[in-house]
């Protein structure tokens, strides 16, 4: 099992920034590719960004490329989402997902999801 868990999420006025963190355990997180993922209240999960297992891949979904930046440091297990110039349609609770060697934008591809973290952005 690998356990994720998000932090960083929060209010913020629009035009504003936010970093989301995911911290993982329990496997070789070099060995993961992870995304990040958002779902809004009564929309189904969509895919946010991505980054392969050396960090040297990224996908962004076309509504947030530009703004925002998915990293991670594999000495620290974690993978971040920095995010730019938030407007009030970035409104979600954000995830983070894991899935073994790959990366991809479908959620189904993922193995393994941390609880997620609300971040509200007021207009």
């Known amino acids: 099992q690998m356990q994720l868990v998000e932090s960083g999420g929060g209010l913020v006025q629009a035009g504003g920034s936010l970093r989301l963190s995911c911290a993982a355990s329990?496997?070789?997180?070099?060995?993961?590719?992870m995304g990040w993922f958002r779902q809004a209240p009564g929309k189904e999960r969509k895919f946010v960004a991505a980054?392969?297992?050396?960090?040297?891949?990224?996908h962004y979904a076309d509504s947030v490329k530009g703004r925002f930046t998915i990293s991670r440091d594999n000495a620290k297990n974690t993978v971040y989402l920095q995010m730019n110039s938030l407007n009030p349609e970035d409104t979600a609770v954000y995830y983070c997902?894991?899935?073994?060697?790959?990366?991809?934008?479908?959620?189904?591809?993922?193995?393994?999801w941390g609880q997620g973290t609300q971040v509200t952005v007021s207009s």
């Open positions: 997902a894991s899935q073994a060697w790959r990366i991809g934008v479908r959620a189904d591809d993922y193995n393994y």
């Open positions: 329990g496997r070789t997180f070099s060995h993961y590719g």
């Open positions: 980054i392969s297992i050396s960090g040297g891949s990224t």
